[in-house]
């Protein structure tokens, strides 16, 4: 668990250089672009080999797991170039945010967290037909604590709205 931890911090930490999500001008906005795109996919790819090194996967079952796990990640990554657009969003507007940016960022962030609960949800029963439940119930527990953990990295970049 330890692995999960170290690695998972790392890479939020790469993640969140939020120095450069609050530049300014196109080419450095193009140029946050592709470095968040690169990050995301390198985190992604990290998160694939903690979810291996720690599920004890039978053959038999890692068959099975991977295809509805890149379903999964495919689904998720959408949820969270949401949550990316928002944070550009709020950095774009932090200094100048009005009571309406702030209210409809809260509401499109917490749409953002239910929609990462629902698909969870709809995946339990679908990790179920591949693995055991002890090993499906295992793997959430893992995407959760990766998830908590990039989101405690992401929570300590970004400044909280003034009033």
Do not use: C, H
Not at 31 to 60: G, H, P, W
Not at 89 to 110: F, G, I, P, V
């Amino acid at each position: 668990m330890r692995k999960i931890v170290a690695v998972a911090l790392l890479a939020g930490a790469l993640l969140l250089q939020t120095g450069v999500l609050y530049a300014e001008g196109p080419t450095k906005e193009s140029a946050v672009d592709q470095e968040i795109q690169m990050l995301r996919k390198d985190l992604r790819s990290e998160k694939k080999q903690i979810i291996a090194a720690n599920m004890s996967f039978t053959d038999a079952e890692a068959v099975k797991f991977w295809p509805v796990y890149d379903e999964y990640t495919r689904k998720m990554t959408k949820i969270n170039d949401t949550r990316v657009a928002l944070i550009k969003e709020y950095a774009q507007n932090y200094e100048a945010m009005t009571d309406a940016q702030a209210q409809s960022l809260t509401k499109r962030s917490l749409e953002v967290d239910e929609a990462v609960v629902q698909l969870r949800i709809k995946y339990v029963p679908l990790f179920n037909k591949v693995l055991p439940a002890k090993k499906t119930a295992r793997f959430f527990q893992i995407d959760r604590r990766l998830g908590l953990l990039l989101d405690i990295q992401l929570a300590s970049g970004i400044p909280l709205v003034q009033p």
